[in-house]
């Protein structure tokens, strides 16, 4: 267990769906960053929120969106869904913005969209 | 912003040899340089990194190499096992000290 928890590990929907993934990181972190892994793709970096405020936007795609709460929890919004955001959807976090610090990645959330 | 680059993409090895994993970074500010292995449908996982003022890292089959000069690191590997087959991915930090990844390289080590 890396202390990072990702809900629901697995998420099965319909084109033209929304769904939700939710992250909470690991404690003491105030960093969370959302990835994206398509299949046999590298970590495509999707948002970084820092203590509750969004700190980078990466290749997000207007149809997609997230927030982290006052608990440090994040979630990730995919609305509108097609058959290319079939993805694992990696969640990862952090001690600080920047500083010799490794990310901790969660075990992803297996989203396909059929 | 940081571009980070890593060859090759696919390296097959035999048990007991050696590999060799290259990335070079852009963004001369980049100070740390961390190293993934994830293996198949699982997290990436960190197993070393290095800071930007040391050279070299090692621990215990696996090191890492910075030139900050020629801006490239290497991941090696010395007594491959099977054990070590993955997907393994370099990362620079930018300027927020966010990673930017490489694409990863799969790593099969044949018997």
């Known amino acids: 267990d890396s202390g990072v928890t990702q809900t629901p590990k697995h998420l099965i929907t319909a084109t033209g769906q929304r769904v939700t993934l939710r992250c909470s990181p690991r404690?003491?972190?105030?960093?969370v960053y959302w990835y994206q892994q398509s299949l046999d793709q590298g970590l495509q970096f999707l948002i970084q929120?820092?203590?509750?405020?969004?700190?980078a936007k990466g290749n997000i795609l207007e149809r997609f969106s997230a927030q982290q709460f006052p608990d440090l929890h994040s979630e990730l919004n995919l609305s509108s869904l097609e058959l290319g955001d079939s993805a694992l959807y990696f969640c990862?976090?952090?001690?600080?913005?920047?500083?010799?610090?490794?990310?901790?990645f969660g075990s992803g959330t297996r989203l396909t969209v059929v | 912003g940081e571009n980070v680059e890593q060859h090759p993409s696919t390296l097959s090895v035999q048990e007991g040899d050696s590999a060799v994993i290259k990335c070079t970074y852009s963004?001369?500010?980049?100070?740390?340089f961390p190293w993934y292995k994830q293996e198949l449908g699982k997290r990436p996982q960190l197993i070393i990194d290095?800071?930007?003022?040391?050279g070299e890292k090692k621990d215990q089959r696996i090191a890492v190499t910075l030139n900050k000069t020629a801006k490239h690191f290497s991941l090696h590997i010395t007594e491959t096992q099977p054990e070590d087959s993955a997907v393994y991915f370099c990362?620079?930090?930018?300027?927020?000290?966010?990673?930017?990844f490489g694409a990863g390289t799969q790593v099969v080590v044949t018997p």
């Open positions: 290095i800071r930007s003022n040391v």
């Open positions: 404690s003491g972190d105030l960093s």
């Open positions: 990362a620079g930090t930018d300027s927020w000290g966010k990673f930017q």
């Open positions: 963004d001369s500010a980049s100070n740390y």
């Open positions: 929120y820092y203590n509750g405020e969004e700190r």
């Open positions: 990862a976090s952090s001690p600080r913005v920047q500083g010799f610090a490794g990310y901790t």
